[in-house]
């Protein structure tokens, strides 16, 4: 046990490209999801009429609470669906620009080398392993946390687009499968993010806090404070 | 590196107060905007429609066909008209109906059904997109609004159509560059059948790279015009494009 009394050092951890790109993205991804559901409502199914869908909804027809909705009826979903998706499209392809170019993407991008850390991760958090593994400025499960989260975005930007235009981006629905299928998948993507932020704000306050602090200061003062 | 895991304080979950209070506001009570928001949603659609019309319509790609066998049975593609859904029953129609073709044109018209059949028709099988999220694949005959266009010689200012019907005040303006698709039809036939009351028989405007809504049934009249139509259900805030 670290002595209270000695303050630990502060650490830059968060660009503020990075800081604002987070909390935006955060806001714009629950108003994607609230008018996403308020659009899904209108037909709470999946597949073409009349024809058996393969895959399955277990919410397939069950009325969703009001206060999960955004835009008050079909129009008014799918016209906060459409202006936000501006911004959230903008703001991914910023922050992916940024991460490219500073480099930044190195401590971020999950590859096959972070296949052992992340096992060993994985045992430390069961119990079955003392010591917490060394790590860089995140580990490795994170790693394998931020780059997953980023393709799911990518996947529900390009299965939206496919929704939105099936016939003149015919190529692209195709390549999800069909328009049903897009749709399909456009909507499991809003419960794998709900899932994801779950988990992601129950383990910043049960694991590292300081985190927290750090998304929104940039300084990180917390247990792990090593950088690659 | 070996402490133990830290428990929430008091201070943590009131951090978490403050991230989670407001984000659950914002999607709370089904909100559409308010009078404020609101408004400016639906002007920021017009961005969209912009975007649908200048960079993902293309005047030449065509919508995919479906084999006849592919057809969803009837009993499962809906249908409604807003005169039924308000009174019960079909839209009457109106004694000796004829299609009027006006507004900015050189050659005004004015076409009887067996006139409009005897035109150039074209037949295809393709699935129904429906803003409410449901597809359903059917087979349409009719002829294209381009063929109607050329014989009424529209004057270069005619920029949008506007179909009116015979269904209460049901209406839909139209860009030009979809309404010339070469699958943009006037139909008069369905499932190799007339079209029927249910459908928008005698009359209905069909376009496989359009929502179901701008599809106006129980054509009356088709008006070329220099200002932007609005539409029935565009005109309570629905997308103005409504293209696929």
Known sequence: MESAAVPR???????????????????????MIGSGLQIYAAFSHFGIRGRPFPLPNPLDGTPLPRWGKLGGWLAGGLNWHFALAWPFVITGVVYLLFLTL??????LVFRPRDLRP???MQLYYLGLRKDHPPQGKHNALQKGAYTFIVLLGALSVLTGFAIYKPVQLSWLTSLFGGYELARYWHFVAVWVFIGFTLLHVALVFLVDPASLRAMITGW???????HD | MTEP????????LLRLGLVAGPASLVAACGWDGGPTLEPRLRAFSRINDWVSEKIFLSSSRLAPEYPVSARTPPRDFPSYSITRNDTGSFPALPASWSLEVGGL????LRLTLEQLQALPRITYTVKHHCVEGWTAIGTWTGVPVSVVTQMADPRPEARFLRFDSFDSDYYNGWDLKSAMHPQTILAYGHNDRPLSILKGAPLRLYAPIKLGYKMTKYVTKMTFTAERPGGYWEDQGYPWFGGV
């Open chain 1, 9 to 31: 050092p502060a650490v830059r951890r968060h660009h503020g490209l990075v800081r604002v790109a987070h909390w935006l993205n955060a806001i714009l991804l629950l108003g």
């Open chain 1, 102 to 107: 500073s480099g930044e993407w190195r401590a």
């Open chain 1, 118 to 120: 992340a096992l060993q």
């Open chain 1, 220 to 226: 990180y003062r917390g247990r792990f404070p090593s």
């Open chain 2, 5 to 12: 895991l830290p428990r929430l304080s008091r201070r943590d």
């Open chain 2, 105 to 108: 044109v050189r050659k005004p």
